[in-house]
């Protein structure tokens, strides 16, 4: 049984991973976000999709992976343009480019989908990870998706595990598992609020 759980002894999934809590936000320079951790957390955050445990999550995890993979990228060819994401952006649109900015704008929409998916549910203990992860898919990446992406992601959602499996999966400990699932999308919420709103913005358009 211990190898089907996704926590150290006596601790929670949590524990010792990046956590957009670590993030530093510069809110003197219009809440610049520190690039390098930024993608530190999101690649700790893919492996949430580990535990729901199905293959079906192969396509969520594969499209964010590649996301960051493109502003790594843009971080790696400019890295002195490129320290937080807001400047990373206006400099890679500067030299006429937008690979990076495109990733960060999908990337984005992933990070939302997850968030508002574990929101609610964890807001309404009686709903199913299926049922939550449906309505967050609708809300987020669907308007964006083909016609032949979006039965792949359908599955996806329908292939959640029962919520009881999927929080024990967490920790032992359920008050703190929740206690810290919320503390965790907190933060992960205020870095997507922040870059949702400087995405709308006409400097962040190509």
Same mark, same amino acid.
């Given at each position: 049984?211990?190898?089907?759980?996704?926590?150290?002894?006596?601790?929670?999934?949590?524990?010792?991973?990046?956590?957009?809590?670590?993030?530093?936000?510069?809110?003197?320079?219009? $809440?610049?976000?520190?690039?390098?951790?930024? %993608?530190?957390?999101?690649?700790?955050?893919?492996?949430?999709?580990?535990?729901?445990?199905?293959?079906?999550?192969?396509?969520?995890?594969?499209?964010?992976?590649?996301?960051?993979?493109?502003?790594?990228?843009?971080?790696?060819?400019?890295?002195?343009?490129?320290?937080?994401?807001?400047?990373?952006?206006?400099?890679? %649109?500067?030299?006429?480019?937008?690979?990076?900015?495109?990733?960060?704008?999908?990337?984005?929409?992933?990070?939302?989908?997850?968030?508002?998916?574990?929101?609610? $549910?964890?807001?309404?203990?009686?709903?199913?990870?299926?049922?939550?992860?449906?309505?967050?898919?609708?809300?987020?990446?669907?308007?964006?998706?083909?016609?032949?992406?979006?039965?792949?992601?359908?599955?996806?959602?329908?292939?959640?595990?029962?919520?009881?499996?999927?929080?024990?999966?967490?920790?032992?400990?359920?008050?703190?598992?929740?206690?810290?699932?919320?503390?965790?999308?907190?933060?992960?919420?205020?870095?997507?609020?922040?870059?949702?709103?400087?995405?709308?913005?006409?400097?962040?358009?190509?």
């Amino acid at each position: 049984m211990a190898s089907n759980t996704a926590f150290p002894p006596g601790g929670t999934y949590f524990d010792g991973r990046k956590s957009f809590a670590d993030v530093n936000i510069d809110a003197a320079k219009d $809440n610049a976000i520190n690039t390098t951790e930024f %993608l530190e957390a999101a690649e700790s955050l893919i492996t949430l999709f580990d535990v729901l445990g199905s293959v079906a999550f192969n396509p969520v995890k594969s499209d964010m992976q590649g996301n960051i993979k493109k502003i790594k990228d843009r971080q790696l060819a400019a890295p002195l343009e490129s320290e937080t994401l807001q400047d990373l952006v206006r400099n890679e %649109l500067k030299a006429k480019k937008h690979t990076a900015t495109e990733g960060l704008l999908w990337l984005v929409r992933g990070l939302d989908f997850t968030a508002q998916a574990l929101r609610a $549910n964890l807001s309404n203990p009686k709903s199913e990870l299926s049922e939550s992860f449906r309505a967050a898919y609708g809300n987020t990446l669907k308007p964006h998706h083909s016609f032949l992406i979006k039965p792949i992601f359908s599955a996806a959602m329908s292939a959640t595990p029962y919520r009881a499996d999927f929080y024990a999966k967490l920790g032992d400990d359920q008050e703190r598992v929740n206690k810290e699932l919320d503390a965790w999308l907190s933060a992960l919420e205020k870095v997507v609020s922040i870059l949702k709103e400087f995405q709308g913005r006409k400097e962040a358009k190509w």
